[in-house]
């Protein structure tokens, strides 16, 4: 049975570069190979153009992937249905998430032409947060919820058996078609040992050649993030617990790579890679011990770090660390349930610098209460902490979370916004407090402060440019 897995275009169409793989589609691909299972990873979103653009440019070219004429015409869509008619699938995977939604449609749509007879699935965050939105698509066989690895295995086995439909209700996690209606199993508990599901082969790959060094040293060490960030949907897929893997599991991932595709430089792209700080402490000493020469990255919370960590960190070749502030307004913060004050940023801000890190400091914009002084107060504290480099977003009502319905109860979100909501998007205000013209304005003029504020760094961008390639 041949399986394709398949990653949907968004980025290649508005010339972004996305950086690493799937890596959630190459763990599934790699267990079901393991299974006996003839299963490739399409990533339909992967350009070789190395072009970064800014907040407002990406904002822009968004706009213009919303146009009908340009979707449509795009040259993927054709690369796309070649592809199927040579790789010939027996089942199609296809992720989501909001700001892809027209894609997955699109994609959906081409596999029913080429495969007619081939099962189409989706899965990710988008579709369990909402599986009723695809099914609505008649192309549409089955929706996976929350992780992914069993239940797609089950479901491959029961359609490799030809089982009868009856059987797939013990399949937890999976939404199904019988006959005229839908059903929806018992969800899946979370895996809590991730050492039992395999890390990515990355040569489940479709044309894996053509990926850098630094897309194929993407690693998730850890799944799940226990805060309750009111804006925030990693639970929809991970539940609001934490789950690891091994030291010793993610040092054998580490060493294939290196093995296999030369990579030295590794991004860790858990959602609080600092949390456990016994466990930071032992990876650290694992790679010290192991001479290893790479360096690497991780993603992580402002009250997460504490001296100790980050001066193990940096000898175990830790030089970037991106973390996720929010904003500068201790309103805000509290509103938003972040948990952590202007005082705590600002002491962790002078460790990151003391051990001269490479930090990226991450903001929303647009929450449904912000107003232009909250605003105010972030560019203030941006002036005040310095980061190296700082990534902005505006803020997407992403169905499922607490500030989603806050901003439905206020009567800021349309029908279109469930299925387009995007966080690179200043072409709609979800904050009631600031009016839809004002809001592009500040968001042109944020954009530019920080184009100027990354610019006066641009030393240490160019830096670690050359250690990520």
Not at 22 to 49: E, N, W
Not at 227 to 242: E, K, S, V
Not at 304 to 309: D, F, G, H, K, N
């Amino acid at each position: 049975m041949k399986v394709l897995l398949i990653d949907p275009p968004m980025f290649v169409m508005i010339e972004q570069h996305k950086n690493y793989f799937p890596y959630g589609l190459c763990s599934m691909a790699t267990l079901l190979r393991q299974k006996g299972y003839d299963a490739s990873v399409y990533d339909a979103d992967h350009t070789t153009t190395l072009h970064s653009k800014s907040f407002k440019e990406i904002a822009e070219s968004y706009d213009r992937y919303l146009e009908e004429d340009t979707f449509n015409k795009h040259p993927i869509w054709s690369q796309m249905a070649a592809f199927l008619e040579e790789f010939k699938p027996d089942l199609v995977g296809v992720s989501t998430l909001p700001v892809k939604y027209r894609s997955v449609k699109k994609t959906v749509q081409i596999v029913r032409a080429m495969s007619p007879n081939a099962k189409i699935v989706v899965g990710g965050r988008h579709a369990t947060s909402n599986p009723e939105i695809f099914f609505a698509l008649p192309e549409v066989d089955f929706v996976v919820r929350g992780e992914g690895e069993q239940t797609i295995l089950d479901l491959c086995d029961l359609i490799d058996s030809a089982a009868d439909i009856s059987l797939y209700r013990k399949v937890l996690g999976l939404s199904y078609r019988d006959n005229m209606e839908v059903r929806n199993n018992q969800s899946r508990s979370p895996i809590c040992d991730l050492d039992q599901i395999p890390y990515p082969d990355r040569s489940t790959l479709v044309n894996q050649q053509y990926y850098t060094h630094q897309d194929l040293g993407m690693i998730l060490s850890s799944r799940g993030c226990p805060f309750q960030c009111t804006f925030c949907a990693i639970y929809q897929l991970w539940g609001r617990g934490i789950h690891y893997r091994s030291i010793p599991h993610v040092m054998a991932e580490i060493h294939e790579v290196i093995e296999n595709y030369g990579v030295h430089y590794f991004s860790f792209r858990d959602s609080v890679f600092t949390i456990n700080e016994k466990r930071v402490l032992e990876l650290c000493s694992s790679i010290i011990k192991s001479n290893l020469p790479i360096q690497w990255e991780c993603m992580t919370r402002m009250d997460l770090m504490s001296e100790q960590v980050l001066e193990q960190m940096k000898e175990g070749g830790c030089s970037i660390i991106r973390v996720g502030i929010e904003s500068g307004s201790p309103r805000i913060l509290e509103h938003i349930r972040k948990n952590i004050s202007i005082d705590q940023i600002r002491t962790i801000a002078k460790l990151l610098h003391k051990y001269e890190f490479y930090w990226a400091a991450y903001f929303i914009f647009g929450t449904p209460t912000e107003t232009e002084d909250d605003i105010i107060q972030t560019l203030e504290l941006i002036k005040d902490i310095d980061p190296p480099f700082v990534t902005m977003s505006s803020f997407e009502p992403v169905e499922g979370t607490e500030m989603y319905y806050e901003a439905n109860q206020l009567g800021l979100i349309g029908d279109n916004d469930k299925i387009y909501a995007n966080r690179q998007s200043i072409g709609k205000c979800y904050s009631s407090c600031i009016t839809q013209k004002r809001y592009q304005e500040l968001m042109t003029e944020v954009s530019e402060f920080i184009q100027r504020h990354n610019k006066k760094n641009a030393i240490y961008t160019l830096r670690i440019r050359r250690l990520e390639n």
